[in-house]
């Protein structure tokens, strides 16, 4: 169980998949300009990675690996993260019509979002059981989920100050609160695995 927890605080805090691997800055910077489309991307990608972790384990550890086919675990991986994101896309089109309209092009932009990809790649670079892969998928798409909701809040309340220089307003601003939040969570180093 120690062994579990470890792994889950390392991909949740230590190792987290935005703010040590600069994965998912794309949605990161497009999607966290208001906490409610942010908390929706951040679900979205946490079912994407559950689901797709558990979809590519099955299929690399008897279909890829058995048949010497580990080479096209990439372009195969990429095939199952499209399709459950075509599924959540789809799920949200006709349930959640504004946090659809809100998330626009960067909800099938999901399919390449390097944070799911990575996410499945990582379990099976580091040779994790299925139980382990499952805590670290979910640890990681925590971990993506804190990150896109706590730098939304923090955007929200840039958008309102006056005080940001001219050439420092938008993406810029950004840019320099995800570099402070990774200084941040540098902290969180000894913890973990």
């Known amino acids: 169980m120690h062994d579990f927890i470890g792994?889950?605080?390392?991909?949740?805090?230590?190792?987290?998949?935005?703010?040590?691997?600069f994965l998912g800055i794309c949605p990161l910077l497009g999607v966290s300009k208001k906490q409610s489309s942010?908390?929706?991307?951040?679900?979205?990608?946490?079912?994407?990675?559950?689901?797709?972790?558990?979809?590519?384990?099955a299929i690399y550890h008897?279909?890829?690996?058995?048949?010497?086919?580990?080479?096209?675990?990439?372009?195969?991986?990429?095939l199952i993260n499209a399709s459950f994101?075509?599924?959540v896309e789809m799920f949200i089109k006709k349930f959640m019509p504004p946090l659809y309209k809100s998330l626009g092009i960067f909800?099938?932009?999901?399919?390449?979002?390097?944070?799911?990809?990575?996410?499945?790649?990582?379990?099976?670079?580091?040779?994790?059981?299925?139980?382990?892969?499952?805590?670290?998928?979910?640890g990681i798409s925590a971990g993506?989920?804190?990150?896109?909701?706590?730098?939304?809040?923090?955007?929200?309340r840039l958008e309102l100050s006056s005080n940001i220089p001219k050439g420092f307003k938008g993406i810029p601003i950004a840019l320099l609160v995800v570099g402070i939040m990774s200084i941040a969570?540098?902290?969180f180093?000894?913890?973990?695995?």
């Open 38 to 57: 942010a908390f929706g991307m951040g679900v979205a990608v946490l079912f994407v990675i559950m689901a797709a972790s558990v979809m590519t384990f």
């Open 107 to 138: 909800l099938p932009l999901m399919a390449t979002n390097c944070a799911i990809l990575g996410a499945v790649l990582i379990n099976i670079d580091r040779r994790l059981s299925f139980g382990e892969a499952m805590v670290n998928a979910f």
């Open 144 to 156: 993506f989920l804190l990150i896109i909701f706590i730098f939304s809040t923090i955007r929200e």
């Open 7 to 21: 792994l889950f605080v390392g991909a949740f805090l230590v190792q987290n998949v935005v703010l040590a691997s």
């Open 62 to 78: 008897n279909i890829l690996a058995p048949f010497n086919l580990q080479f096209m675990r990439t372009i195969v991986f990429v």
């Open 189 to 193: 180093a000894g913890m973990g695995s």
């Open 85 to 87: 994101v075509q599924f």
């Open 185 to 187: 969570f540098a902290g």
